[in-house]
């Protein structure tokens, strides 16, 4: 069986990663492509797309093609709820890029609207699916390192604050590094973890190296007057279970102590981080020791191997999940959760209140 799919949202994120990966897959076949701007969405049809491939600038125009089994949401933030709601009410699966919605509400209502349509829903976490973060998941599933109570959930960017589409306004995004950057490494940590229960959360946020005119940045100078969201955020977050996570995400930040989408877990039995690749750390027999994993299996003379394709890993689940009926690695609920306490950090910096969560 191929799966036919349809894209909605022509630029950055669907370029990088959703079309070049979808290409490699022999199960999906991309005969549709939506973008506001006609010319994007042009473009990314005479790249990836089939012979008899339709072009659209309204995505509901989209969501009435029949023939679509499958369709992937790859808009600013203030639109994914809308769009993955209706094309789950048109009877496609979706898979929506990160992070899962602006607010929680939003998000329960495509959780909701999954659960009425019977339809599989999964959000871009392709972080999951690299060579590190599958081997410490498989050792946190074995309780190598017990009962995980402390960890630290890094996304932290010296100067790389990205300058184009939406990601300054705050309305579209609705928030900078903590929902933009900032989600991966909690979504991370929360899944080592296995925790999804929030007790309460305190956030500060900043906008401090957003004024700077003509500052350094990896992309070239922002605008000032255009940066609406945070250059950076932190989060102190208590879980039920008394355990605490610890969120740091910049965009902007003078520290030489960068790293994204990185976890560290502390452990009864032991610890593990990704600060220098990833670190195995505990106790045996009286001694402590230190152990750095190799995540590589060696070269090869004219064989590269699969290689650490989290992009293409993750779209390949995602597909054998709807063929197989199986549940997709990423599951909206766990999803739900993230941006349940990222929305409880902005709340938090904005009240200067913790926020507790509902049992």
């Not at 560290?264 to 593990?272: E, F, I, N, Q, Y």
Request: aromatic share 8%; hydrophobic share 40%; net charge negative.
């Amino acid at each position: 069986m191929t799966l036919k799919i349809g894209i909605i949202g022509c630029g950055g994120i669907a370029n990088g990663k959703h079309m070049p990966s979808l290409a490699k897959l022999d199960e999906v076949d991309m005969i549709a492509f939506c973008d506001v701007i006609e010319e994007r969405a042009i473009k990314a049809s005479k790249t990836f797309g089939t012979e008899n491939v339709s072009v659209y600038t309204d995505y509901k125009d989209l969501l009435d093609n029949r023939e679509i089994d499958v369709v992937h949401v790859c808009t600013p933030n203030i639109s994914h709820a809308e769009i993955t709601i209706a094309a789950l009410e048109a009877g496609k699966h979706v898979m929506c890029e990160k992070p899962m919605a602006k607010t929680s509400k939003e998000a329960q209502e495509m959780i909701d609207a999954a659960k009425r349509t019977g339809k599989k829903l999964t959000i871009g976490y392709q972080n999951r699916f690299r060579k590190d973060s599958e081997y410490l998941h498989a050792i946190c599933e074995e309780n190598a390192l017990g009962e995980i109570y402390y960890a630290k959930a890094k996304a932290i960017r010296r100067r790389a604050v990205p300058t184009w589409g939406v990601f300054l306004d705050e309305e579209a995004q609705g928030g900078g590094p903590l929902i933009d950057i900032g989600t991966h490494a909690l979504d991370l940590t929360l899944w080592m973890m296995n925790n999804y229960q929030p007790k309460y959360v305190v956030g500060n946020t900043y906008h401090k190296l957003s004024k700077t005119e003509n500052a350094a940045n990896a992309w070239g100078p922002w605008d000032p007057n255009q940066f609406t969201v945070e250059d950076s955020a932190f989060g102190f977050i208590t879980m039920e279970n008394g355990a605490t996570i610890v969120l740091e995400s910049s965009w902007a930040l003078n520290s030489l102590d960068v790293g994204e989408a990185k976890t560290s877990l502390s452990g009864t039995k032991g610890g593990a981080d990704m600060d220098d690749g990833l670190r195995i750390n505990g106790e045996d027999h009286g001694l402590l020791f230190e152990k750095k994993i190799e995540l590589e299996t060696g070269g090869v003379d004219f064989y590269d191997g699969a290689g650490d394709d989290p992009a293409y890993t993750e779209a390949k689940q995602w597909i054998e999940s709807i063929l197989n009926d199986t549940d997709p690695v990423v599951k909206p609920e766990q999803a739900l959760v993230v941006t349940q306490i990222l929305e409880a950090i902005y709340q938090s910096a904005e009240t200067n209140q913790p926020v507790f969560f509902d049992k």
